[in-house]
């Protein structure tokens, strides 16, 4: 018997009281815009549970990408019967070939939208379960912590017969906490804030800076194959690329050694910030961790952040970079964060840079560099483009989804 629809359930959205019809067309939105190529799926939702109807189309692959969307608690492929006993008691005893070894338990759990169908919720559990019963040599009904639940639901429209649950990834829908400009290196850190910054909700556009000649075509292409991975859990990305070369070439020529990473990092900062205010994001996103590295002591932090008033927020601060390293595996991105291709920090990096930079001498040196112009330089030189998974399947489908809008 073949799955003809997902079910869905919420995840903490569900929570959220006046605000959940929003969450819910976000969701219903973003989940649309993935499954576009599904011709005939039909989605449908109310407060409690979205319905994803396959119409023939492929259940694998529509569960498949369930498995990708942020703001899904848990999910379950159901299939749907007409209305009458015999037939739910067959599609029962399908669904629990696969599931049945001997000696388990089970229940039926009858719910009735349909008050006027002829048997009642007892009446169905009992003419069920004495049917599997029947079904299988050695299994057995048990009402406390059975192995295995079969959930019946009559419905205006038919019965629909559900057994397993799927875990969704949680989180909120993409989009529903409004927009950050996420700073995205090469490395394994930046992607991960990322996919935290997604899970919660935010959308996000990739801000990479590179500095050719120094950085090569390839630590370019590798921060774009990174977005690319994160669209997989986002949708198109918008990729800004920022010309970053003639501001570290100044720096390197005027500024203290100890003191460039700190301003580099400051004009880094400058930046993602004007690009946000253009882009209309509402907060800049880093994969800055604790003490990991010189420009992630407080001091540092609190001398480079001082450009701006604009949120940082920085998903990783309190996290250890094994706990980094597993959600970059999980994620998928860390592969390609550990090629050799380096960015434009490391290739300018200095040998001792300071972990208390002071604040004053910030600002006398900075005094030494054009500020406004070089960054009028980086602004002018900006590059956008947008970023999907993988598949040229993809790409071609997203197309299509931005021409609906
Ligand atoms: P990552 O693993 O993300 O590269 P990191 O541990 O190497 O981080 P830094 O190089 O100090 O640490 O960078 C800290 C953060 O600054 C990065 O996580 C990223 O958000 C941002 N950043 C660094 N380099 C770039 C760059 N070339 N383009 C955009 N953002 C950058
Ligand atoms: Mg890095």
């Given at each position: ?40 799926l ?80 007892h ?37 629909y ?23 995205l ?14 899970r ?8 990479h ?20 991975k994160?669209?997989?859990f ?23 050694e ?81 090629q ?66």
């Amino acid at each position: 018997m073949e799955i003809t629809e997902i079910m869905i359930r919420y995840g903490e959205l569900s929570t959220k009281g006046k605000n959940k019809k929003h969450f819910i067309k976000k969701l219903n939105k973003h989940l649309r815009s993935e499954l576009l190529r599904y011709k005939d799926l039909k989605i449908t939702f109310n407060r409690d549970r979205m319905h994803v109807k396959l119409n023939g189309e492929d259940a694998e692959s529509v569960i498949e990408k369930m498995h990708d969307v942020f703001g899904i608690q848990s999910f379950s492929p159901v299939i749907r019967v007409e209305k009458s006993v015999d037939a739910a008691k067959d599609a029962v005893i399908d669904l629990m070939k696969s599931h049945y070894s001997p000696g388990m338990s089970f229940k039926i759990n009858t719910k009735r939208a349909d008050h006027s169908f002829e048997f009642d919720t007892h009446e169905i559990n009992r003419m069920i379960g004495t049917a599997v019963e029947d079904a299988f040599d050695d299994i057995h009904v048990q009402m406390k912590d059975p192995t295995l639940t079969a959930r019946i639901e009559v419905r205006d429209r038919g019965i629909y017969i559900s057994i397993d649950t799927l875990q969704g990834l949680g989180g909120l829908p993409v989009g529903s906490s409004g927009k950050g400009m996420l700073m995205l290196s090469g490395g394994i850190d930046s992607p991960v804030a990322g996919y935290l910054a997604l899970r919660r909700g935010m959308e996000i556009e990739a801000v990479h800076f590179h500095s050719p000649p120094y950085t090569s075509p390839q630590a370019l292409k590798k921060a774009k194959d990174l977005t690319a991975k994160l669209a997989r859990f986002a949708g198109e990305i918008t990729f800004i690329e920022v010309p970053f070369t003639e501001i570290q070439e100044q720096i390197k020529k005027v500024i203290p050694e100890e003191y460039s990473m700190t301003i580099t990092r400051r004009m880094m900062f400058r930046l993602t910030d004007e690009i946000r205010i253009k882009r209309h994001g509402l907060a800049i996103v880093n994969g800055e961790s604790l003490g990991q590295v010189a420009s992630q002591t407080l001091e540092s932090m609190l001398a480079i952040n001082a450009v701006t008033s604009t949120p940082v927020l920085r998903p990783l601060i309190t996290t250890d970079k094994n706990d980094i390293i597993d959600i970059a595996k999980q994620i998928d991105t860390f592969e390609l964060a550990i090629q050799p291709f380096e960015d434009c920090c490391t290739i300018f990096a200095s040998s001792n840079p300071k972990t208390k930079p002071k604040l004053n001498k910030i600002q006398d040196f900075e005094n030494m560099l054009n500020v406004s112009d070089l960054m009028t330089n980086a602004l002018n030189g900006i590059k956008i483009e947008q970023i999907n998974t993988e598949t040229n399947e993809n790409k071609k489908l997203e197309k299509t989804f931005a021409d609906l809008l």
